[in-house]
């Protein structure tokens, strides 16, 4: 009797068709644009499916209202823990993504510390180097007072030779005990 029912109503809407395969209807449209399943489109326009043709794509129908409170609470409730699950899923995601952003924050953080140290070391280097170039510049600028050395004499024909030279020079001051010891 169930058979013959649908046997004898060739053509259904999109809608019908959906309920008797407990399908969506995105999925009939989508079938039908990828050729799984054709449709039959009648003089004023209306999108009809034949049930044979639901049957050969499908393999089976269901009689829309015999679908019992029962079965439509499981599928509510499957679809409630569907949802609760994808929304566990997106939270451990979102966990995932936030240790990340940690780990890369903490990572240019680092490197921005080890940059600033090591501008900190070439600005004391810097500092250091200018201040031995300004005491180079004032050491050059200022004149050393080296004391003058006379000039090595030479002796020369004329004159006595130098140890006799200074042997006068003592004895003519009393000699060199006189001159730290004072005159007895």
Known sequence: MFWHLFHNMALV???????????????????????HLTK??????DIRIDTAELLRAYGRLHNPQAAPKETRRITGDKTKIALLEERNRSLERVIVLEAELRRIKDQVTNELRARLADKDHLIKILESKVMFLEYDKQTRQVPTLEPEQPAPARPTASSPPAATERRRRRAGR??????IFGSE
């Not at 959906?18 to 050729?35: M, S």
């Not at 009393?174 to 001159?179: A, I, L």
């Open 13 to 35: 809407s999109i809608s019908d068709a959906a309920k008797l395969v407990r399908k969506a209807r995105a999925t009939l449209t989508r079938d039908i644009e990828n050729g």
């Open 40 to 45: 039959t489109v009648l003089q004023d326009g």
């Open 174 to 179: 009393g000699g060199w005990w006189r001159s």
